[in-house]
């Protein structure tokens, strides 16, 4: 009861714009939502108070609030799982430009979870994701694109999103990206800058790599 007797105040504060410089209500809530989710030196880690501060959030049009919303609905945290919610929230989000949101969209097409699999969505999503520099988002156009899943297999496209992504030093678009190098070397050197890509890969523990 006291904790949503302060939710209700915090609540009413908001609204009534005590909110400091540029920061909307929607922007505390979300602070405040993701500080319940963990806990710090001064909040508790509370799901159910955490879940109440991203729906104010989320209401009000914050789209990291409606993607975490998503997150909570498809994985049944603190709450029952709810496959059509958590794509309601994804969707919202996504479609306000969270990179994130557009990651877990392409992703939720290209495995068929939630919706049917259909491999073109996926691009269009990864495609939004990975333009505003999402490196997951990169991989799997990497991916897609060296395999050819739902569209025509394109290596330059693969390779151009694979650099994209391993410049973030991750292993795996490393990895692949090393692979396809090597595959069109046409040039010693070319060879060698795919094997510099493999052993970065290999000595970060990636096995097919080693």
Not at 7 to 25: D, E, P, Y
Not at 81 to 105: E, H, P, T, V
Not at 110 to 127: H, L, P, S
Request: glycine fraction near 10%; charged fraction near 25%; aromatic fraction near 12%.
């Amino acid at each position: 009861m006291i904790k949503r007797i302060t939710f209700i105040l915090f609540a009413v504060l908001l609204i009534a714009g005590c909110g400091s410089g540029n920061r909307t209500a929607a922007d505390e809530a979300l602070e405040l939502a993701k500080r319940h989710m963990e806990g710090d030196s001064t909040l508790s880690a509370d799901t159910a108070l955490a879940l109440e501060y991203f729906h104010s959030a989320a209401q009000k049009g914050n789209a990291e609030a409606q993607y975490y919303l998503g997150y909570y609905y498809q994985n049944g945290t603190g709450l029952e799982k709810d496959s059509l919610r958590s794509l309601k929230w994804y969707k919202k989000s996504a479609r306000s430009g969270f990179a994130q949101a557009q990651n877990r969209m392409g992703m939720l097409y290209y495995n068929g979870r939630e919706v049917e699999q259909d491999y073109r969505k996926a691009i269009r999503w990864f495609t939004r994701a990975a333009e505003q520099g999402y490196d997951q988002a990169q991989y799997m156009l990497g991916i897609i694109y060296s395999r050819g899943r739902g569209t025509e297999p394109d290596t330059a496209l693969a390779v151009h999103w694979l650099e994209k992504s391993a410049a973030g030093g991750h292993p795996y678009p490393e990895y692949l990206l090393g692979k396809l190098l090597y595959e069109t070397a046409e040039t010693p050197e070319e060879t060698e800058t795919a094997r510099q890509w493999v052993k970065s890969a290999a000595d970060k523990g990636v096995g097919h790599a080693k």
